[in-house]
């Protein structure tokens, strides 16, 4: 566990005790009522987004991050555990995004020709 990720937990556990409440949730909302309809993994497994999401969503996601930080796939397949599979997914997702980004970029050039105007 990252060690963020570990001192924020610790310290949501110190406020969460702090409540005075006889829920027994480990995610509450600040009065100490249960969120509605939430477990709390449901709650844990949320992406950026807002998007619920699966233990192999959670998984792409980082390894999309781990791409587009350029660490290399042997690297990421060590440390992630993920097939071709997922990985071949998590590269077409990145690849469509650049793809959307060149074309954008090329788009506003091209609408900068002074010729462009004249069409």
């Known amino acids: 566990m990252p060690v963020d990720l570990y001192l924020q937990?610790?310290?949501y556990v110190r406020i969460r005790n702090s409540l005075n409440?006889?829920?027994?949730?480990?995610l509450v909302k600040y009065e100490g009522k249960s969120l509605n309809g939430?477990?709390?993994l449901e709650a844990a497994l949320v992406l950026e987004?807002?998007?619920?999401c699966n233990v192999t969503g959670i998984?792409?996601?980082?390894?999309i991050k781990m791409i587009k930080a350029n660490i290399r796939l042997n690297i990421?397949?060590?440390?992630?555990?993920a097939g071709m599979r997922n990985i071949n997914y998590c590269i077409d997702v990145v690849n469509e995004e650049a793809d959307i980004e060149d074309n954008l970029?090329?788009?506003?050039?091209?609408?900068?020709?002074?010729?462009?105007?004249l069409l």
Request: glycine fraction near 2%; charge should be positive; aromatic fraction near 8%.
């Open 9 to 11: 937990l610790k310290e």
């Open 21 to 26: 409440t006889q829920n027994t949730k480990l």
């Open 38 to 40: 939430v477990s709390d």
């Open 49 to 52: 987004n807002g998007e619920k």
């Open 59 to 63: 998984q792409k996601n980082i390894i």
């Open 76 to 81: 990421i397949m060590k440390l992630t555990d």
């Open 105 to 117: 970029f090329l788009d506003s050039k091209i609408r900068s020709f002074e010729t462009f105007t």
